[in-house]
């Protein structure tokens, strides 16, 4: 799975191609989120609630991006690498 952004211990990923809805992956050690990119709904997840919580203001800023990697998913390009929080 790409990853398309890591910081402090965070990783994001998207598979390509995944299941719809668009979302993205957030790993966290042994914790993993599934986020929609669209609504920023979270689909599944076991992160810490701080970390959820900077996940998704990090992907409030970077939908667009995020939408424009899902597409590139799935037809099977590599997604580009989005720029951390700060």
């Not at 990697?69 to 390009?77: G, I, P």
Request: a negative charge; glycine letters at 4%; hydrophobic letters at 40%.
């Amino acid at each position: 799975m790409p990853k398309i952004c890591r910081w402090d211990g965070i990783a994001i990923e998207m598979f390509s191609p995944d299941h719809p809805p668009p979302h993205f992956h957030a790993l966290y050690a042994e914790f993993e989120a599934r986020i929609a990119i669209e609504t920023l709904d979270v689909l599944t997840s076991d992160l810490p609630n701080r970390v959820l919580a900077e996940v998704i203001g990090w992907a409030r800023q970077r939908q667009a991006g995020l939408l424009e990697n899902w597409e590139l998913c799935r037809s099977n390009q590599p997604p580009s690498k989005l720029t951390p929080p700060g």
